[in-house]
């Protein structure tokens, strides 16, 4: 999927499921990291999250 989205990137953690966060939490915190010292995040009370990229 992550090549049919321009500008995505597939990121796989090692040994983790659907609770990544608390499997691997250093993993899961530096793929986070990563993708938000790339993205411009905007975060409004009751709206959706909205993510742009970086300029």
Known sequence: MARAI???RLVILPNVSHFAILQNP?????ALQQFLG??????????LLQVEAWP
């Open 6 to 8: 321009p500008g995505a």
């Open 26 to 30: 250093s993993a899961s915190n530096r």
């Open 38 to 47: 790339h993205h411009h995040v905007v975060v409004c009370p009751g709206f």
